[in-house]
């Protein structure tokens, strides 16, 4: 679970929403002057008014008061509060960020100050930027001016925001800001004067602090994550994590980055790769860079699979054929946040906070005003479980920023990809919270409790199929199944038994057992109690006459029968001869009586038959005598449990012997006289339009017939459904006769369609 005081906030960055590039003695950044240069930027647009941030920022962080953010984390112009880098101090930028500041106390959200994220001041581009080692001095004057100012309000600073981006796609793949393409000797010196400005940076932070203050760093990069649990794959996802690309661009990987900042050293791999290529690297460098932090930022979007190849060496595992992505095209990989923070944290043993996380989504103002984006809502949702995840294994995050606030300038995209929660009208600059700021809203106010755990998804299963001296090959004929022999008398159509458990056919949980799912994600079934799935659904085909028999009930089997449960069952009629029966109940008065007539094989005046029809529902208690003739097929809905006693075979031989009786079991829980069950007709749970069958204490049963177009709303912990007769939709997917499978918890409300019948079940609440 998370701790009570774990952080939920929104991140932004200053180019992208402030605007007013020009106003009040702002200078010029490389930004300002890269969007200037045609073909850059997507149709040519630029960050000069972008949200209007500056001038609408009380608005702001209203919304996030009214959204229950908690903190914010944003960046400072460094070019706003000083105009050429160094020198002279622009009043006005820090009157600006001080209202900011203000603003922010005053409602109740902690600012998370960044102080560089890709907008460098042009005069220091000119200057030689990075490449020049003066950067250092730059980047810790500016560091003193921030504390100056700042620290007496703001308690936690972050320095660098994502060098692997700022150098590797500003200089390196040049399609940044300031757009060049250096090489490999340069884009070294480039990132070890960053890393050197970093640890400058914290000591001006500290010294010039006003109260005590918290320093953390926001490295990113793609995640990796294992293919199975196996020892190997993780190993080797954990390996190549680490590891340095051998070939794309350099800057994209973790331990050049992180490992002198977090451990003193960088990594030998590197050091051997690069080994012609690297500047001078001093003792005294390393010490500069190795400051004190009080947490690590990691800035994770995806990430990619990894397997043990041929002697455990990393292998990519390709991305399956239509797998989900973002607007922008970045692949959609949640299990990578808890992988990726497991193994960033073993390795560096720092807090660490979830700095940016979040989607582009082609977002649009919907007919009726507002911005419905439930692709942002799924990818939060399922990115905040493996946090939720992480955190439980050991992990120690703190804190969680959705990136971002707003729709913004989205560097060389422009305003094509909308990653905010609060959508922008850049024209008007009118705000509209999106569906997944309100629901971000209640995540916060439920300290994560409200995240659904896994994807809300049908589980649609794989029968079993059981072979019976009684069995024939109707479940191949009437269903289409395809059966081991002709003598299959059970098709096990949702079961998570001892004898049997149901795959899950396709989806998240493709290929698990029900059983599996039932133990690891008891979500999906409403958090049931009990260490087994509560129901089990047959179809029999009784080729033959079945064995005469009774169950107990549960009182009777934890008795004599180590602790089982009992069972109860109903049956359902699909298919039946003309003038058919069914063996239910018995005509013995008293207990002597039965004993009698069963000792003396009296059993044509014992049984008790009745005439059925193709539809009848029959409930069978514990305690009832009840057989299957010749004939019937039928779904069967019972409690999980295989306790039965058989009281008459018909004499039968199997495999030259007659089977097994139980007597004296059954003498013992035969209800006597016999009751037939009487449903207590109450107003359906769905409704006049589904028919009740069953509603006892152990389960309630219905029956769907559907003629076009149905939608009912459902808060069960799961429901079992079974198409009998008939084809049609379920949300939107094909089912047709023969498939059974599972609403989990989640599914509020689900809409039929077509022609069809279903059978459905739930345990009773």
């Given at each position: ?26 200078g ?7 969007c ?13 008014v ?15 008061k009214?959204l ?38 005053a ?47 703001v308690k ?5 925001n ?86 794309g ?13 977090f ?25 500069l860079i ?6 690590m ?119 094509s990809?909308r ?49 019976n001296i ?21 098709c ?93 109940g ?11 007539m ?92 589904v ?20 939608e ?54």
């Open positions: 679970m998370l701790k009570e005081d774990f952080v939920w906030g929104v991140a932004t960055s200053a180019y992208q929403i402030e605007g007013a590039a020009k106003e009040d003695g702002k010029e950044s490389i930004w300002d002057v890269f200037k240069e045609k073909g850059k930027i997507y149709e040519g647009q630029d960050g000069e972008t949200c209007d941030h500056y001038h609408h920022y009380k608005e702001d962080v209203a919304i996030m009214q229950g953010i908690k903190a914010y984390r944003f960046s400072l112009s460094w070019s706003r509060i000083l105009p050429d880098g160094i020198g002279h101090v622009n009043q006005a930028g820090i009157d600006f960020y001080d209202h900011l500041i203000d603003e922010l106390l409602n109740g959200i902690e600012p998370y100050l960044t102080m560089f994220h890709w907008d460098l001041p042009n005069e220091l581009h000119k200057k030689g930027g990075w490449l020049n080692p003066d950067c250092v001095k730059w980047f810790g004057e500016y560091a003193k001016v921030v504390a100056e100012h700042f620290s007496d309000r936690n600073f972050i320095t660098l994502e060098p692997e981006c700022f150098i590797g796609i500003g200089y390196v793949e040049g399609s940044n800001a300031p757009g060049y393409k250096a090489g490999l000797k340069d884009t070294l010196l480039m990132a070890h004067n960053a890393l050197k400005a970093h640890g400058q940076a914290v000591i001006e932070l500290r010294k010039y602090a006003k109260q005590k203050i918290y320093v953390g760093y926001a490295p990113t990069c793609g995640m990796a994550s294992p293919e199975t649990n196996s020892k190997e794959d993780i190993e080797a996802a954990r390996r190549y994590l680490f590891s340095i690309p051998k070939e661009m350099w800057t994209w990987n973790v331990s050049w980055f992180n490992d002198p900042v451990l003193g050293t960088y990594p030998e791999e590197g050091l051997q790769q690069f080994h012609d290529y690297l500047p001078t690297i001093t003792k005294e460098d390393m010490e190795h400051q004190p932090l009080d947490f930022g990691q800035n994770i979007y995806n990430g990619v699979t990894i397997r043990a190849g041929r002697n455990g060496e990393p292998e990519y595992v390709e991305r399956k054929r239509g797998y989900d992505r973002t607007q922008v095209g970045w692949p959609v990989t949640p299990e990578c946040m808890y992988w990726g923070t497991k193994f960033l944290y073993e390795r560096y043993k720092m807090p660490m906070f979830i700095t940016e996380n979040g989607i582009a989504v082609h977002d649009m103002i919907a007919m009726d005003g507002r911005v419905h984006d439930p692709d942002r809502i799924t990818f939060l949702n399922r990115y905040l479980v493996e946090v939720k995840r992480a955190v439980e294994s050991g992990v120690d995050i703190r804190g969680y920023f959705v990136w971002t606030l707003l729709d913004n300038f989205e560097w060389d995209k422009g305003y990809a990653f905010g929660l609060v959508y922008v009208d850049f024209e008007s600059q009118k705000r509209i919270v999106k569906d997944s700021g309100f629901w971000y809203q209640k995540v916060i106010e439920s300290n994560g409790g409200s995240l659904k755990k896994a994807r809300n998804e049908i589980l649609h299963l794989k029968p079993i199929f059981k072979e009684w069995g024939g090959k109707r479940l191949k004929d009437e269903f289409g199944y395809e059966i081991p022999s002709e003598t299959t008398g059970e096990w159509a949702v079961c998570a038994h001892e004898h049997g458990s149901s795959l899950i056919r396709e989806g998240t949980y493709q290929g698990m057992t029900l059983s599996e799912l039932y133990t690891t994600h008891r979500e999906l079934f409403g958090n049931l109690k009990g260490e087994q799935f509560p129901l089990l659904v047959k179809i029999i085909d009784a080729n033959h006459n079945l064995s005469i028999q009774v169950h107990p009930d549960d009182e009777y089997a934890r008795i004599h029968e180590n602790g089982s449960l009992g069972k109860m069952e109903c049956w359902y009629i699909l298919d039946c001869p003309k003038d058919a029966t069914i063996i239910i018995h005509h013995a008065k008293t207990r002597e009586e039965l004993k009698e069963i000792e003396n094989k009296q059993w044509k005046e014992l049984i008790r038959e009745i005439p059925i029809h193709k539809g009848d529902m029959i409930q069978i208690n514990p305690g009832t005598v009840h057989a299957i003739k010749e004939g019937t097929l039928l779904l069967e809905t019972q409690e999980n449990s295989d306790i039965t006693y058989r009281l008459y075979d018909y004499d039968r031989l199997q495999n030259g012997k007659p089977r097994e009786l139980h007597l004296k079991q059954s003498m013992d829980v035969i209800q006597i006289p016999h009751r037939d069950y009487v449903n207590e007709k109450v107003e359906s749970y769905f409704g006049s339009n028919e009740e069958l069953i509603d006892c204490k152990s389960y309630m049963v219905w029956r769907f017939l559907v003629k076009g177009e149905q009912h709303k459902m808060n069960l912990p799961f429901m079992i459904m079974s198409v009998i007769e008939g084809n049609g939709f379920i949300n939107g997917q094909l089912i047709h006769k023969g498939d059974h499978f599972i609403l989990p918890h989640d599914y509020k409300s689900f809409h039929l369609s077509g022609a069809m019948t279903i059978i459905a079940s739930a345990v009773k609440q």
